[in-house]
């Protein structure tokens, strides 16, 4: 059975604090991404990676970074955590090449910030 | 830049009974469009893919219709029962990696 771990399912965290959130895959999907899911915003892409060490800025990247490794792990740091980025957190990936295939979700992260 | 709108509130229908939810997107022609499943608290779960030659698509008591000149596309559940509610989302790859979501349609299924 396919699987998207991500390494918290609830943080609370300072304002200013650096925050890692961890996503890992384990069917060897090239593609992997990192969206936040607000209510009534739908899922908002930040950054994906279509590679190891390789990452492409989504719709909504500032004040987030990301680190890919390894293939099997693609890491979200919010570098200096603010209350807007209080959400819920969602880790996908998708095997590589054409763009009709499925994206498979971890079970997200919800985030405070205090 | 692409819009996807998905009706906002809730849909209530009655167990047995067919659930149409509507997916519309502006902007843009997608060659692929999806229908995710989300319930509370966890990651969506994908569904069904459709491609922009496919007016139609079934998977058990799914079906998902695509219309190109209209710019939407339907997702029906016939024979729904109380374990799809959910929340419903549509989503469309744009090319190369990137796939953008609706907001979602919740559905309820009273017994």
């Known amino acids: 059975d396919v699987k998207v771990t991500q390494s918290s399912r609830y943080l609370v965290k300072r304002t200013g604090e650096k925050v890692f959130l961890e996503c890992v895959q384990d069917m060897d999907h090239e593609n992997m991404f990192w969206y936040r899911q607000d209510p009534g915003l739908g899922l908002r892409l930040i950054y994906f990676s279509y590679d190891v060490k390789m990452k492409e800025k989504g719709d909504i990247p500032e004040g987030y970074s990301v680190s890919r490794e390894k293939k099997e792990r693609f890491s979200l740091i919010l570098e200096s955590a603010s209350t807007n980025q209080t959400s819920m957190y969602l880790c996908?990936?998708?095997?590589?090449?054409?763009?009709?295939?499925?994206?498979?979700f971890g079970q997200g992260t919800r985030l405070t910030v205090v | 830049s692409q819009k996807i709108e998905q009706n906002s509130e809730a849909l209530n229908i009655q167990e047995g009974k067919t659930a149409t939810l509507t997916c519309n997107y502006t902007n843009y022609s997608p060659a692929y469009l999806q229908w995710y499943r989300q319930d509370p608290g966890r990651g969506p779960v994908f569904l069904l893919l459709?491609?922009?030659?496919?007016k139609e698509k079934r998977k058990e008591r799914l079906k998902v219709t695509f219309d190109t000149t209209l710019k939407q596309s339907l997702f029906h559940i016939t024979a729904s029962q109380p374990a799809d509610s959910a929340t419903y989302l549509c989503a469309l790859n744009t090319g190369g990696f990137k796939t953008i979501f609706g907001a979602g349609t919740r559905l309820f299924v009273k017994a």
């Open positions: 996908a990936s998708r095997v590589g090449g054409g763009a009709d295939t499925e994206a498979f």
């Open positions: 459709i491609r922009e030659n496919e």
